[in-house]
Nanobody
Framework: QVRVVESGGGSAQPGESLTLSCVTS????????MRWYRQVPEKERELVAT???????TYADSVKGRFTISRDNRKNTAYLHMSSLKPEDTAVYYC????????????WGQGTQVTVSP
């Protein structure tokens, strides 16, 4: 059974940090590209960060220098460390396990809310 479960969301003040975790099971985690997306109401889901199986990383311009994506293949877990948080980072954050080119073998988590406010 495939599981993709995010955690670590919550409330933070501007300038603070949060780390999201994405714990997975049921597929070959080390072969997957892992991505973090975020979404606010009435807007399209936005790609925030990506890490490939060989640990190449990319970031949206809006989070570059503030967010860090990482992975631990022994724990089948991806992380998103978010620092210098801003109110505009408020969103539901989703983890996506991407079997690139194989959409039927790619998996979404259920999302975790991050709220940044004074």
């Amino acid at each position: 059974q495939v599981r993709v479960v995010e955690s670590g969301g919550g409330s933070a003040q501007p300038g603070e940090s949060l780390t999201l975790s994405c714990v997975t099971s049921g597929f070959s985690f080390n072969a997957y590209t892992m991505r973090w997306y975020r979404q606010v109401p009435e807007k399209e889901r936005e790609l925030v960060a990506t890490i490939t199986p060989v640990r190449d990383t990319t970031y949206a311009d809006s989070v570059k220098g503030r967010f860090t994506i990482s992975r631990d293949n022994r724990k089948n877990t991806a992380y998103l460390h978010m620092s210098s948080l801003k109110p505009e980072d408020t969103a539901v954050y989703y983890c996506f396990a991407d079997a690139v080119g194989l959409p039927w073998a790619s998996y979404w988590g259920q999302g975790t809310q991050v709220t940044v406010s004074p």
